[in-house]
């Protein structure tokens, strides 16, 4: 069954081939519009969120899970929990928040668990509390500001394009 409308963003040929017998017609390029992204969980929002996220991943190398959260490739550490072992990574979850006629970018520290699972949520969140539970405004400042060196560039505007190395749609930050 053919889809009335299709929201994505990529190049043309892609979308096409992702969609393949799936679109009847020409794909057009539209604007977005004020009343588009008002909604911070909206599906416009959503997909803006989601390309960004994986563009500064692809761009600085980071794990993701390509929607909202990116990580530090390399371990943080080990925790332990009863008798099992959890490796920890640094991460930030993202949102995007629209203010005024400006699009922002809110960046909140977290920690990525590989392993995570329904089985073991429990213990992950005895070691996330254990880790962050006690984080004061000092240490939730220096992981900010680490986060913001990983994915900015100092001084000037940073450009992320989706897909990668495209420019068919450019975040500047």
Same mark, same amino acid.
């Given at each position: 069954m053919p889809f009335k409308k299709v929201l994505a963003f990529g190049i043309l040929d892609g979308i096409h081939n992702a969609f393949?017998?799936?679109?009847? /017609?020409?794909?057009?390029? #539209?604007p977005i519009t004020e009343q588009d992204i008002r909604y911070e969980d909206g599906a416009i929002v959503s997909l803006l969120r989601q390309a960004l996220v994986r563009s500064i991943a692809d761009k600085r190398g980071l794990g993701t899970d390509g929607s909202r959260v990116l990580w530090k490739k390399e371990k943080y550490t080990t925790e332990r929990e /009863?008798?099992?072992?959890?490796? #920890? %990574? %640094?991460?930030a979850r993202f949102s995007l928040r629209h203010i005024g006629e400006q699009m922002f970018v809110a960046i909140d520290p977290t920690l &990525?668990?590989?392993?995570?699972?329904?089985?073991?949520e429990e213990a992950i969140l005895n070691i996330r509390l254990r880790i962050l539970g &006690?984080? %004061?405004?000092?240490k939730f400042n220096a992981a900010l500001n680490d986060w913001r060196a990983v994915i900015l560039k100092r001084g000037e505007p940073t450009i992320f394009d989706y897909p990668a190395g495209s420019a068919a749609f450019q975040f500047i930050i």
């Open positions: 393949n017998d799936l679109i009847d /017609g020409e794909i057009q390029r #539209v /009863g008798k099992d072992f959890f490796d #920890v %990574h %640094h991460a &990525y668990f590989p392993a995570e699972s329904k089985e073991n &006690y984080q %004061h405004n000092d």
